[in-house]
């Protein structure tokens, strides 16, 4: 028996930074997902779409036409910025939306195939509360819509065999993002906005793997008491141990500007510690550092300073005042999440 396609206009959305979310308030932020799904759910429908599945933080749609898509991805947006007005910034839902126009395989009330995928990975490189679309949809709504995309060239896509064009939706246009609002051409994660992933175990022990714990707890604990600082609870990061990490993919998951990890190497009571920032964004690594110290038992560790002798670094804080770090970056510009 032939199975059945048809050409169909998909759009998929998620929100940023879910996991985190849920990690603070699973209750909380579970009722805001299901409440905004309720209020965009008549937006849909008038612009003719068709809710096909939802998974977990995300919604995969089907529309008659990809101006249908487009204008529905735009009108949805909108609405986010107006309902999250008066939010908290760490509270609010934004959605990342990526749109195209492509074949796909019909499964009952299911749809398969590239164009699916095409959409879904679309929206992983959209900006938080912005849309992308793929070359096939822009084609159908250039000149149709009175909106303004920015052509981000040709993206090569997890699991996709052949590089895709892409365009973002222009910030500003068709009212989607007011001035001073929650996404910009730039947006990201405002401040200083950090995950201390799990360090590592040098030393392989098991034993020893509750002390390392111990340090990465410590390091989270300081430097969320840096003014204006936003840092991911322990819980939250701790569900990547132990998993390959992409650094960019935590960033855009957390909704973080940047990671710390590192090691811990413990031999008898003499420690080393191994630390780095690395930007979220782009995968640059900010500054590395290796500190070195001795165990004193019950947890405590005395005389922590830099293993190359320079003046001792006792506070965990101060991990954001990086030595040898990028031209053109100041430590104040690290520490406000603001860079050249």
């Known amino acids: ?77 909108k609405q986010m910025v107006e309902r999250n007005a008066g939010i908290a910034e760490g509270k609010r839902i934004l959605y990342r939306m990526g749109i195209n126009l492509g074949d796909v395989l019909i499964d009952g009330k299911d749809i398969l195939g590239d164009g699916v995928n095409i959409a879904a990975r679309l929206e992983s490189i959209a900006e938080p509360g912005g849309i992308c679309i793929s070359g096939s949809a822009y084609d159908q709504v250039r000149g149709r819509i009175d909106v303004d995309f920015v052509d981000l060239g040709e993206q090569s896509l997890k699991n996709i065999m052949r590089p895709v064009s892409a365009y973002a939706l222009k910030t500003g246009t068709a009212g989607t993002v007011a001035p001073h609002s929650i996404a910009t051409e730039k947006s990201g994660p405002p401040r200083l ?62 909704g973080v500007r940047y990671v710390l990890e590192g090691s811990v190497q413990r031999g008898g009571n003499r420690l080393r510690v191994n630390v780095r920032l690395i930007d979220a964004e782009t995968g640059n690594h900010l500054w590395a550092e290796r500190f070195c110290g001795k165990y004193v038992g019950e947890g405590a560790i005395a005389g922590t300073e830099p293993c190359d002798g320079a003046l001792p670094n006792r506070s965990c804080s101060n991990l954001l005042k990086p030595r040898g770090r990028p031209a053109g970056v100041t430590a104040d510009q690290i520490r406000s999440g603001h860079q050249p």
């Not at 998620?14 to 805001?32: C, H, I, N, P, Q």
Request: aromatic share 6%; proline share 3%; glycine share 8%.
């Open 1 to 77: 028996m032939a199975q059945t396609r048809r050409l169909a206009a998909i759009l998929a959305a998620d929100v940023v930074g879910y996991s985190r979310l849920m990690g603070e308030d699973e209750a909380g932020t579970a009722k805001a997902v299901r409440e905004h799904r309720e209020v965009a759910t008549p937006i849909v429908r008038d612009f003719g779409g068709r809710l096909v599945k939802t998974t977990g933080d995300g919604v995969l749609l089907e529309f008659p036409s990809v101006v249908a898509a487009v204008e529905c991805a735009i009108a949805i947006q």
């Open 193 to 254: 906005s950090i995950v201390v992933l799990p360090l590592a175990n040098l030393r392989g022990d098991p034993e020893q793997d509750y002390f390392v714990d111990g340090v990465t707890e410590s390091l989270t604990t300081d430097l969320s008491r840096i003014s204006g600082s936003f840092v991911i609870a322990r819980n939250t990061a701790f569900t990547y141990k132990g998993k390959h990490i992409d650094v960019k993919q935590i960033g855009r998951d957390l």
